[in-house]
C-alpha cells in the first residue's frame, strides 16, 4: 500500500514530467483521503470536508487554499463548466507557479495532522 508520502511524491514526479492535469488530479484524491482518514472530516462532498476540519487545518493549508486546489482540480475532472467554476486562464509559467504553491498546501496539510503535530 502506498503511503501519503508516495502519493505526494508521485503528484510532484507528474508535474516535473509536463503533466500538471495528472498533477492535479492526484493532489485533489490526496487531499480528499488526509482529510478523510486524518482529521475526520467527513462529509458528502470534499467541500463539506474542507469545511468541517477548518478549526484543525494548520496555517499553510488554510480552508481558502484547500478550496483553490479543490477548484482548481475540478474544474479538470469534472470537464463540467456549469456545475463548477472554469479553469483559470493562467498562462504556463502562471499555471506552474500555481501547482508549485498547491503541491506546498498539499505538503503542509499531510506534515500538519493533528496526530503527528506533538512527534
Known sequence: MLSIYQNLRQAHEAFVFGTPFAA???MRSLMEIVLRDHYGADGATLAERIDKSRNMLPREASASA????????NAILHLDTKKDEPLPKL???QMELEILWLLRVLRALIEGVPQWRSR
Request: no cysteine; glycine share 0%; net charge positive.
Open 91 to 93: 498562462e504556463p509559467a
Open 66 to 73: 484547500l478550496h483553490r486546489l479543490r477548484r482548481t482540480a
Open 24 to 26: 492535479l488530479s492526484l
